[in-house]
């Protein structure tokens, strides 16, 4: 009777593995279903997520998010060194139940993460969404807007005074908020509710992993780097609350985080958002006509090249074994959530900004 009774921890952790795994299978099949997604989740529970975290989180002055994810990394140290004791004094049954509760947890980890974010992942495309389905574009089309925006980042870096460059990271972050609201007024595509932005209390460690910024789908709180350049910082606060918007893949945040950032009155925070367009629309061309990005980058002005090294040297500064394994892991990431390209998904917002140039009359 003892023996059965030692065993029953284990019988029940096995079950609730079994239960786990069925509900993780039903996610995985409803993700295949697009327009489901969106009707019941996108627009359905993952609202009422954001209207449920949203301002509680957003009282506090720190991020949650941080606190959690530091605590989940010193139980996950504190569990492997109890696993090596309890395996040195081959006490099996406590091991054993200490290993299915680690499994349950990741399996726990799995079911929020898709209920309370994840599943964005799986709605239609924003280029279905926005009806923006015309992304094909020529070469000579991606040299005209690449132009468009090395002239705009040109002129707002001009305009921008030595004050504009002294902004603290609270006047970045409120400035930064009032620009996705707005934008969230011009189309039900963009709805927003109650967006924040909070420094990551991470951000030593971010640098060493040459991450600017990042969203917690388990808290919906959006974090950033708060030491990086200060041109950077902007666009990734609009970038990160674009996740809050529910909009999953890289490139559609890059694209709402452009929208949002560039229709802004703030001059850094337009100069910000056409810096990342002229990186990332540079990067392309080069991939297709490297002539072309030859001529096209003696057009950049000294003032944006300067902040292309400054930025260059800053990440350059950290950089090391870990950044790449922790671009490895993240790539990974990225492919198992429906962004095939991995990384490469960063760049493909050319294409959504290629289609609303197209659409506004801007390109043939």
Request: glycine share 6%; aromatic share 14%.
């Amino acid at each position: 009777m003892q023996h059965l009774h030692r065993k029953r921890p284990l019988l029940n952790r096995g079950l609730t593995i079994i239960i786990l795994f069925i509900v993780i299978y039903l996610l995985t099949l409803f993700a295949g279903y697009p327009n489901a997604v969106e009707r019941y989740y996108s627009e359905g529970l993952y609202p009422v997520v954001c209207y449920l975290l949203h301002p509680v989180l957003n009282l506090l002055p720190f991020s949650f998010g941080d606190v959690l994810y530091t605590a989940i990394v010193l139980y996950l140290l504190y569990a492997i060194f109890t696993a090596f004791r309890l395996l040195f004094k081959k006490r099996f049954v406590q091991l054993g139940k200490l290993l299915l509760g680690i499994f349950i947890g990741v399996q726990a980890g799995i079911v929020l993460f898709y209920l309370l974010w994840g599943m964005n992942y799986f709605r239609p495309s924003a280029a279905e969404r926005l009806n923006l389905r015309d992304s094909t574009f020529t070469t000579a089309d991606l040299q005209a807007v690449t132009t468009i925006l090395i002239d705009s980042a040109n002129h707002c870096r001009a305009r921008l005074a030595p004050a504009d460059l002294l902004q603290s990271n609270d006047t970045i972050y409120q400035k930064a908020r009032k620009a996705v609201n707005v934008l969230a007024n011009t189309s039900v595509g963009f709805k927003t509710y109650s967006p924040g932005i909070k420094p990551s209390i991470l951000t030593p460690f971010m640098n060493y992993l040459g991450t600017s910024g990042y969203y917690n789908p388990f808290t919906t709180e959006a974090q950033m780097n708060y030491q990086m350049p200060v041109f950077n910082r902007p666009f990734v606060a609009c970038h990160e609350m674009s996740h809050q918007m529910g909009y999953g893949p890289e490139d559609e945040a890059n694209f709402v985080g452009f929208l949002a950032a560039t229709a802004s009155e703030d001059k850094l925070l337009r100069y910000s958002g056409y810096y990342l367009a002229v990186e990332e629309f540079m990067h392309t061309l080069r991939r297709v006509d490297t002539v072309a990005h030859k001529q096209l980058k003696l057009r950049i002005s000294p003032g944006v090249k300067n902040d292309f090294k400054a930025e260059r040297m800053y990440w350059l500064s950290y950089q090391n074994k870990i950044n790449t394994i922790s671009s490895i892991f993240y790539d990974n990431f990225l492919k198992a959530n429906n962004q095939p390209e991995g990384l490469e998904t960063y760049n493909r917002m050319v294409s959504l900004v290629m289609a609303i140039y197209k659409k506004n009359g801007l390109v043939r």
